[in-house]
């Protein structure tokens, strides 16, 4: 069965260094995000991303987030300059092409971040 | 603006007990709700969907859940409660647009599970 794989499944970072979290979604998924899940919190939203674009993002999001789709199959987040609060686990999410898509998102393992 | 309301953080039953995870949730247009699960180190996983039809919607492991529009709930239940059930449970409600769906989760809800 298809699914979403992320890379690495733990990485332990300096405050202020730059950290990039790998995503590789099923592969006819059009629709492509990540969220973020704070230890013991909620799941939050962070983007979503379409057509090589990002079509929304969260409060959250800011300018030391970027995200990007390199090649046809890897999906990227970079935090530019970690801080402590940055410290989660980050899941990786794709959705299918619109006219078969309900809404449904297929989850990676997330990627666990500690920023020391 | 969406939101979901899961009510009680943490849930306790006995085995073969009834499962009830309360779900609360507002949108602005017919939404498409959800229930995902989370076992410890595991990323989430549907259980569940309504997005249009019938209002009782059935999901793997034995769980249902029922839209009330009146209501504006979403609450999921199984009838009797495996030591496997034990695991994080979410709401989730979609919008659509034209990027996609913007899905928001509830808080969770701790499901546990006593022999």
């Known amino acids: 069965e298809p699914e979403v794989t992320q890379t690495p499944s733990h990485q332990v970072t300096q405050m202020g260094q730059e950290v990039i979290l790998r995503c590789v979604p099923i592969s006819n998924h059009l629709y492509f995000y990540w969220y973020r899940q704070i230890l013991g919190q909620k799941v939050e939203f962070l983007v979503s991303?379409?057509?090589?674009?990002?079509?929304?993002k969260s409060e959250i999001f800011d300018d030391q987030f970027s995200v990007e789709r390199p090649d046809g199959s890897n999906f990227t987040l970079k935090i530019r300059s970690t801080k402590l609060e940055d410290s989660a686990m980050y899941f990786c999410?794709?959705?299918?092409?619109?006219?078969?898509?309900?809404?449904?998102?297929?989850f990676g393992e997330g990627s666990r971040l500690t920023v020391l | 603006a969406q939101s979901v309301t899961q009510l009680g953080s943490h849930v306790s039953v006995s085995e073969g007990a009834l499962v009830l995870l309360r779900c609360n949730y507002s949108s602005s247009v017919p939404p498409y709700l959800f229930w995902y699960v989370q076992y410890p180190n595991q990323g989430l996983q549907l259980l569940l969907k309504y997005t249009t039809g019938a209002t009782l919607v059935k999901g793997i492991n034995g769980f249902e859940a029922e839209f009330k529009k009146s209501e504006t709930s979403f609450h999921l239940t199984k009838p009797s409660a495996h030591m496997s059930d034990a695991a994080e449970y979410f709401c989730a409600v979609s919008d659509r647009y034209t990027g996609g769906f913007k899905t928001i989760f509830g808080a969770g809800t701790r499901l546990f599970v006593k022999a």
């Open positions: 999410a794709s959705s299918e092409r619109q006219g078969t898509n309900t809404g449904e998102l297929f």
């Open positions: 991303f379409y057509n090589n674009e990002i079509s929304e």
